[in-house]
């Protein structure tokens, strides 16, 4: 049983989005939270970012204008507690 225990919490401690019951949000607290983020940021526009969550599942969706702005928007989605996982696919608008 100790083993067992031990070998779980080394998955965990690998995998950043394992959950323990006490780390678990309600996706609409996440999504707001991520909302404040991106909209908090001076150096970010995100009014061509869409982001949903499902499940703690979040999906960042849109275009931004450089790559500075992708990882930007990419990070402060990312570091929002409780979230199951995380997938992107924001694309860099093409100059006009």
């Known amino acids: 049983m100790q083993r067992h225990r031990k070998e779980h919490n080394a998955e965990i401690g690998r995998n950043p989005f394992k959950l323990s019951q006490t780390q678990w949000r309600p996706d609409a607290e996440i999504l707001a939270e991520i909302h404040e983020r991106?909209?908090?940021?001076?150096?970010?526009?995100?009014?061509s970012i869409f982001v949903s969550v499902s499940s703690g599942r979040?999906?960042?969706?849109g275009s931004v204008e450089n790559d500075e702005s992708k990882r930007r928007a990419e990070t402060h989605s990312r570091q929002v507690s409780g979230i199951s996982g995380h997938d992107s696919n924001l694309c860099i608008r093409r100059p006009r």
């Open 58 to 61: 979040v999906l960042i969706e």
């Open 38 to 47: 991106l909209n908090g940021d001076p150096l970010l526009n995100a009014a």
